[in-house]
Protein backbone atom coordinates (compact mmCIF):
# COMPACT_ATOMS: atom_id res chain seq x y z
CA UNK A 1 0.00 0.00 0.00
CA UNK A 2 0.86 3.61 -0.50
CA UNK A 3 -0.05 6.34 1.07
CA UNK A 4 0.79 10.42 -0.06
CA UNK A 5 0.60 13.22 2.70
CA UNK A 6 0.33 16.75 1.33
CA UNK A 7 1.31 19.86 2.54
CA UNK A 8 2.46 23.74 2.16
CA UNK A 9 -1.19 24.75 0.60
CA UNK A 10 -2.44 28.15 2.26
CA UNK A 11 -3.73 31.57 1.41
CA UNK A 12 -1.63 34.20 -0.91
CA UNK A 13 -1.52 37.04 -3.05
CA UNK A 14 -1.61 36.93 -6.99
CA UNK A 15 1.72 37.31 -8.06
CA UNK A 16 2.92 35.54 -4.82
CA UNK A 17 4.68 31.80 -4.24
CA UNK A 18 3.89 28.76 -2.63
CA UNK A 19 5.35 25.41 -2.46
CA UNK A 20 3.52 21.81 -1.85
CA UNK A 21 5.43 18.79 -0.72
CA UNK A 22 4.03 15.55 -0.72
CA UNK A 23 5.83 12.41 1.01
CA UNK A 24 5.00 8.92 -0.40
CA UNK A 25 4.65 6.33 2.50
CA UNK A 26 5.06 2.32 2.03
CA UNK A 27 5.67 -0.09 -0.88
CA UNK A 28 6.98 2.55 -3.28
CA UNK A 29 9.02 0.07 -5.56
CA UNK A 30 6.06 -0.04 -8.37
CA UNK A 31 5.93 3.88 -8.19
CA UNK A 32 8.06 5.88 -11.12
CA UNK A 33 5.55 8.73 -11.86
CA UNK A 34 4.40 11.61 -9.42
CA UNK A 35 2.28 14.29 -10.39
CA UNK A 36 0.31 17.04 -9.11
CA UNK A 37 -3.43 17.63 -10.18
CA UNK A 38 -5.74 20.63 -9.14
CA UNK A 39 -9.73 20.83 -8.74
CA UNK A 40 -12.32 23.27 -8.45
CA UNK A 41 -15.89 23.02 -7.64
CA UNK A 42 -16.49 24.11 -11.49
CA UNK A 43 -13.91 22.28 -13.41
CA UNK A 44 -13.07 18.23 -13.31
CA UNK A 45 -9.64 17.26 -11.58
CA UNK A 46 -6.89 17.92 -13.99
CA UNK A 47 -3.43 17.56 -14.41
CA UNK A 48 -0.99 20.45 -13.78
CA UNK A 49 2.66 18.75 -13.58
CA UNK A 50 4.13 15.24 -13.46
CA UNK A 51 7.60 13.83 -13.11
CA UNK A 52 9.30 10.33 -13.64
CA UNK A 53 11.26 9.33 -9.94
CA UNK A 54 13.83 7.42 -12.28
CA UNK A 55 14.91 9.51 -15.02
CA UNK A 56 13.52 13.28 -13.74
CA UNK A 57 12.35 14.60 -16.86
CA UNK A 58 8.72 16.47 -16.33
CA UNK A 59 5.71 17.47 -18.06
CA UNK A 60 3.37 20.62 -17.48
CA UNK A 61 0.34 21.69 -18.47
CA UNK A 62 0.32 24.98 -20.68
CA UNK A 63 -1.30 27.12 -17.84
CA UNK A 64 1.70 26.76 -15.59
CA UNK A 65 4.59 26.79 -17.68
CA UNK A 66 7.16 28.98 -17.16
CA UNK A 67 5.63 29.62 -13.36
CA UNK A 68 5.87 26.28 -11.75
CA UNK A 69 8.00 23.88 -11.29
CA UNK A 70 7.91 20.07 -9.82
CA UNK A 71 10.87 18.58 -8.25
CA UNK A 72 12.02 15.18 -6.33
CA UNK A 73 13.93 15.06 -3.44
CA UNK A 74 14.47 10.76 -3.46
CA UNK A 75 16.25 10.34 -0.34
CA UNK A 76 12.65 11.81 1.34
CA UNK A 77 10.42 9.89 -1.13
CA UNK A 78 9.19 13.86 -1.49
CA UNK A 79 7.84 15.54 -4.93
CA UNK A 80 7.47 19.16 -4.36
CA UNK A 81 5.64 21.69 -6.64
CA UNK A 82 6.92 25.32 -6.57
CA UNK A 83 4.24 27.54 -7.89
CA UNK A 84 5.83 31.04 -8.97
CA UNK A 85 3.58 34.20 -9.94
CA UNK A 86 0.21 32.55 -8.77
CA UNK A 87 -2.54 33.99 -10.94
CA UNK A 88 -6.11 34.24 -9.35
CA UNK A 89 -7.09 30.89 -11.94
CA UNK A 90 -4.44 28.87 -9.32
CA UNK A 91 -6.95 28.64 -6.87
CA UNK A 92 -8.05 25.19 -6.11
CA UNK A 93 -7.29 21.98 -3.73
CA UNK A 94 -4.38 20.66 -5.30
CA UNK A 95 -3.86 16.26 -5.11
CA UNK A 96 -0.30 14.64 -5.44
CA UNK A 97 -0.72 11.57 -7.04
CA UNK A 98 1.34 8.59 -7.75
CA UNK A 99 1.88 5.54 -10.29
CA UNK A 100 3.51 2.86 -12.75
CA UNK A 101 5.68 4.04 -15.86
CA UNK A 102 3.54 3.27 -18.79
CA UNK A 103 4.10 2.77 -22.38
CA UNK A 104 5.79 6.26 -23.39
CA UNK A 105 6.85 7.11 -19.86
CA UNK A 106 4.96 9.24 -17.31
CA UNK A 107 1.46 10.14 -18.56
CA UNK A 108 0.26 13.85 -17.53
CA UNK A 109 -3.19 12.34 -17.48
CA UNK A 110 -5.06 11.68 -14.18
CA UNK A 111 -6.01 8.07 -15.78
CA UNK A 112 -1.95 7.36 -15.16
CA UNK A 113 -2.12 7.57 -11.52
CA UNK A 114 -3.57 5.24 -9.18
CA UNK A 115 -2.88 6.35 -5.52
CA UNK A 116 -3.88 9.55 -4.60
CA UNK A 117 -3.26 11.86 -1.10
CA UNK A 118 -5.99 13.52 0.64
CA UNK A 119 -5.68 17.19 -0.81
CA UNK A 120 -4.32 20.62 0.33
CA UNK A 121 -5.89 23.69 -0.73
CA UNK A 122 -4.35 26.53 -2.48
CA UNK A 123 -6.43 29.78 -2.44
CA UNK A 124 -4.79 33.27 -4.26
CA UNK A 125 -7.01 36.04 -4.25
CA UNK A 126 -6.07 39.36 -5.35
Known amino acids: QVQLVESGGGSVQAGGSLRLSCTTY????????MGWFRQTPAKEREAVAV????????SYTDSVKGRFTISQDNAKNTVYLQMNSLKLEDTAMYYC???????????????????WGQGTQVTVSS
Open 97 to 115: AAGPLRTGGCPIARWGFNY
Open 51 to 58: INTGGGST
Open 26 to 33: GYTVSIDC
